[in-house]
């Protein structure tokens, strides 16, 4: 079988190299510096116990130049980077190409599945402790190398699986083809995350957990947390993790660190999300406690969050809307005045509703009809002279995403114009949460919204501040004991945002560096 693996580091370089040494037709999919040291010299292995390294000729490529059509391909990348596999896996797969991913992160199998609905992806994990030494040498700290991989539906099961896992064995590599490998891979996942979350809290390496002490016995605490999650998701452990994982950190050099702690201690992307904050979110989704992942989610979420309302932000659609509006009215026979209609800029359908009820009376069938007739109307402009985005506004976002900064919408539109709007305008990439005020008991000017903003970034609100356009969101941030910023877009009406810390007119080049200054106060 062919096999191409996208990454070459600590764990698809050993892969690879093990692969290759045994035979087997491997490209290694690699770049940079790492790359063209193997082309040139080879890849090398240093084994912490083996005082003779040994290097040996690999293939290896970037994704650009790699021209053949793999049977089989490992996926070895950081979780933060898997999307960029996406269009790679789609030029060089076959129909019957099986994808198996191996990252540190649970769920990525199921993630990348719906990216490639046209393939096989399985689930699956690997247990190594190794990385990239230099250019073109590796460094692997302890004896167990293992894959478990597996389909997470019997009818997806192919006989090509056992001849994977035969090519492993024949490599040197201990593999599994798991027949529950949710649970499995939930099991390597109670290892990972604990260790490299634990290990960053407090600053410790292997041979700090492998004494008595808080770092073990946070890691202990982490582990069970996950224990009773996989409980909850109906996977239940069938052995004692904390036992097991201990066991595995007995083997490790104790100078050992992770792969997440030495990226974040050298300014690297880190997969904190995928294996810290993800947790948080599953103990949330799942309804099971997890303080041990909190308290150290609160601690290493330094980064901080801006949340954008939308319209009149990021979109310049109060002029649209207010002619919507003005048009369906006009459908009934009614003049829509614009100081009837200004005290609902900032906040929901429900209070323009409301507004038309006590003005003109109860106009509209129910609410579904009004927001229909609202879409169609909105529908019809659109398609005729195109979204009004807000000059400027994408090169803001880029700025601030590539700063670090958590970003959120917090809107008072309903949660699918939201999504769909920025969907449409390619903004979307730059949010990690989309809150509608809709959903909210209490929409702006209520605190709810950017509250509920602030908790799906897992940030604390005071980490946060709002960028607004209308005198009820700027309560609403007040409220939430937020910062505000003002963008005052002279379309919006005559809004006022007396507290605000920051006031900008249009967005340009300078406006994130403005942004920036003023969060760091």
Not at 183 to 210: H, M, T
Not at 219 to 244: H, N, R, T, W, Y
Request: charged share 25%; hydrophobic share 40%.
């Amino acid at each position: 079988m062919q096999y191409a693996i996208i990454g070459a580091g600590g764990t698809g370089g050993v892969v690879g190299y093990f692969m290759t040494k045994a035979g087997k037709d491997v490209t290694l999919i690699a770049r940079g510096r790492h790359l063209e040291a193997m082309k040139e010299h080879g890849l090398a292995l240093e084994r912490l116990w083996d005082p003779n390294p040994e290097t040996i000729a690999v293939k290896a490529t970037d994704m650009e130049h790699y021209k053949e059509q793999p049977d089989v391909i490992l996926v070895c990348v950081k979780g933060y980077s898997l999307e960029d596999t996406v269009p790679f896996i789609r030029r060089v797969a076959k129909p019957d190409t099986i994808v198996i991913p191996i990252l540190n992160i649970y769920g990525t199998g199921a993630k990348l599945q719906k990216e490639l609905p046209e393939l096989l992806v399985t689930d699956g994990c690997i247990y190594v402790s190794a990385n990239i030494k230099e250019p073109g040498v590796l460094v692997q700290h302890g004896k167990i190398l293992r894959i478990v991989y597996g389909v997470r539906e019997k009818a997806d099961w192919r006989p090509e699986l056992e001849e994977i896992r035969q090519d492993f064995a024949n490599s040197a590599i201990d593999g599994i083809l798991s027949e529950n490998i949710r649970r499995e891979a939930l099991e390597k996942f109670s290892y990972v995350s604990p260790i490299g979350a634990a290990g960053l809290y407090c600053n410790a390496v292997a041979g700090d957990f492998q004494e008595e002490g808080a770092p073990r016995e946070l890691f202990c605490s982490m582990i069970q947390e996950i224990a009773a999650l996989a409980d909850a998701m109906g996977v239940p452990f069938q052995k004692d993790m904390v036992d097991v994982n201990l066991h595995i950190l007995s083997n490790l050099a104790p100078e050992t660190t992770t792969s997440m702690q030495r990226d974040v201690m050298a300014g690297k992307p880190s997969e904190i999300d995928g294996l810290v904050y993800e947790v948080v979110r599953m103990g949330k989704l799942y309804g099971v406690p997890v303080p041990s992942y909190t308290k150290v989610a609160n601690r290493l979420s330094e980064k901080k969050g801006i949340i954008f309302d939308m319209d009149g932000v990021l979109v310049n659609t109060e002029p649209l809307h207010f002619r919507c509006w003005q048009e369906v009215l006009k459908e009934d026979g009614i003049t829509l005045d614009y100081e009837i209609y200004k005290p609902c800029i900032g906040s929901t359908r429900e209070v323009f509703r409301q507004l038309m009820v006590d003005a003109y009376g109860d106009i509209f069938e129910d609410y579904p009809t009004m927001n229909r007739r609202m879409e169609e109307k909105k529908k019809e402009i659109v398609e005729k002279e195109g979204f009004p985005q807000c000059e400027g506004i994408r090169e803001v976002l880029e700025k601030l995403h590539q700063e670090g900064y958590l970003l959120a919408v917090g809107s008072s539109s309903p949660e699918d114009v939201i999504q769909k709007v920025l969907k449409d305008l390619d903004l979307a990439q730059y949010f990690s949460a989309f809150i509608s005020g809709e959903n909210m008991a209490h929409p702006k000017p209520a605190p709810d919204t950017f509250l509920a903003a602030a908790e799906a970034l897992l940030l604390d609100p005071s980490a946060c501040m709002v960028v607004e356009d209308s005198t009820n969101g700027g309560k609403a941030a007040k409220a939430a004991g937020m910062s505000c910023v003002w963008f005052h877009n002279p379309d919006s009406g005559d809004q006022q945002i007396p507290d605000a810390v920051l006031e900008i007119s249009s967005w340009d080049p300078s406006s994130a560096e403005k942004i920036m200054k003023v969060s760091e106060q």
